[in-house]
């Protein structure tokens, strides 16, 4: 029976036959999707961010004392970081420039650190926002301990 005896109307989409290319399945598809991506260069586009990547000895661990923060700038660089110890042997690297417009942190406070430009304040632990205008949190870094040396990683 076809569509003008069953429904009567011509064509019927309710009734139609659909058939599917031989040959393309979804797993084919997504393998040439693949294939397509690497041979444009987007498959290795994390590896090479991440080589991009440098560490850099931003200072010794003695430099920053515990609930304390040092703003160095990074060796043979222009870029600033400030380093917190907010624990015994526990050190974080994150931005020194404050989320809301821009400015320079300029001080600590307890668990803090501070600008002083509209109050702006960010966790030593986490660098998350914690008071004034802004609630984006600071960016961070990786930082590894080598003997008595803080490295961060950009």
Excluded: W
Aim: net charge positive.
């Amino acid at each position: 029976m076809d569509c003008a005896q069953s429904c009567h109307q011509e064509p019927c989409h309710e009734h139609e036959v659909v058939i599917a290319p031989k040959g393309l399945s979804r797993r084919g598809l997504l393998a040439g999707f693949a294939g397509v991506v690497a041979a444009i260069g987007l498959g290795g586009f994390g590896e090479s961010a991440l080589a991009a990547s440098k560490t850099y000895t931003a200072c010794k661990t003695t430099d920053v004392r515990v609930g304390g923060a040092k703003i160095v700038t990074l060796p043979g660089t222009s870029t600033r970081v400030v380093i917190t110890q907010p624990k015994k042997g526990v050190f974080k690297a994150f931005s020194p420039i404050c989320t809301h417009e821009g400015a320079p942190l300029n001080g600590i406070s307890g668990t803090s650190l501070v600008c002083n430009s509209h109050g702006a304040r960010f966790n030593t632990t986490t660098g998350a926002a914690t008071a004034g205008p802004t609630r984006k949190a600071l960016k961070a870094y990786k930082v590894t301990i080598s003997k008595t040396s803080v490295r961060v990683t950009i």
